[in-house]
């Protein structure tokens, strides 16, 4: 954790009038100022909306002595990033182990459906708030058949008979009926994605030209319909990289391969299925990748 002195005197100068009000209660008192070491998030699961959304944040304090200072909040679309700031006195005396903190964190009212992010100082927790898509009832007993091409020729693979196919540039969508290649972030039937993530046939620009296949992971696992627990070597297939999976019984499944192709560039393929689907779906995957050409 990184600590910094702050003085009230210099606080005051550019601090909002609640802050400086607290700091004035202690005239004279010089703080240590840090990051809540946070180890877990815990949000509800909320299925009627509207509704006031606490968090409940697990952490610890370095010493006895370490209070809460402040806690600000951002939101950007359906991601909500939280920080937490600590602080203890400079000259008093502290037992110096670790101490757990459990902080209620109050995000206030949310009225649209969907799968939030909240992200506090940068340890992740996604819920979907609201009603969950309807899954769609679908047979997986489906022979890959049928040949799909990205428009600029640069991915190829077989999908099953009869799915909807879409993308761009450098991506494949396939999902079991049509309205899911697009539904974001919780499709209502299976789906695959496939996309050049780096290098010249990307499907856009991720930042991750020259990352390594960790930090094409991680970006990935982050995203809210994706969201994956650590990273494997991928262990069958003829593809090399790394993959995670995760399992929501409300959710749905959630699987992340990033793999690498002949000239080094990063394939991510991000597959969903509907709760208790995962089973009958994966053979699926693993053909379609097992086909998946880069021309």
């Not at 991000?270 to 994966?282: C, M, R, V």
Request: net charge negative; proline share 7%.
């Amino acid at each position: 954790m990184t600590l910094t002195v702050r003085k009230p005197a210099a606080l005051l100068l550019a601090a909002t009038i609640a802050l400086a009000a607290c700091q004035q209660a202690e005239p004279g008192t010089e703080y240590l100022y840090g990051s809540f070491d946070v180890r877990q998030v815990e949000a509800p699961l909320i299925t009627s909306l509207p509704a006031e959304i606490d968090l409940t944040v697990t952490g610890d304090f370095p010493d006895s002595c370490t209070e809460i200072d402040q806690v600000t909040q951002t939101r950007a679309d359906n991601t909500i990033n939280i920080t937490i700031t600590t602080r203890r006195p400079v000259a008093q005396s502290c037992a110096q182990a670790a101490v757990e903190h459990v902080e209620l964190v109050r995000l206030g009212t949310f009225d649209t459906d969907g799968a939030y992010a909240f992200i506090v100082n940068g340890v992740q927790t996604t819920v979907f708030l609201g009603s969950l898509p309807t899954p769609v009832p679908v047979s997986y007993d489906i022979d890959l058949t049928t040949s799909v091409e990205s428009p600029d020729g640069t991915l190829r693979m077989l999908v099953p008979d009869g799915w909807a196919a879409g993308g761009g540039p450098g991506e494949i969508r396939v999902a079991a009926f049509e309205s899911a290649l697009t539904e974001e972030p919780i499709p209502s039937s299976a789906r695959l994605i496939v996309l050049f993530a780096s290098g010249p046939s990307r499907a856009q620009d991720f930042g991750l030209d020259g990352a390594t296949v960790a930090e094409g992971y991680a970006q990935f696992a982050l995203r809210t319909d994706v969201r994956v627990g650590p990273s494997r070597p991928l262990q069958t297939g003829k593809w090399t990289g790394v993959g995670g999976h995760a399992d929501d019984p409300t959710v749905g499944s959630r699987d992340l391969r990033i793999l690498v192709a002949q000239d080094g560039s990063m394939i991510a393929a991000i597959a969903f299925a509907p709760p208790g689907e995962w089973d009958a779906f994966q053979p699926l995957v693993e053909g379609m990748l097992e086909s998946l050409e880069t021309p």
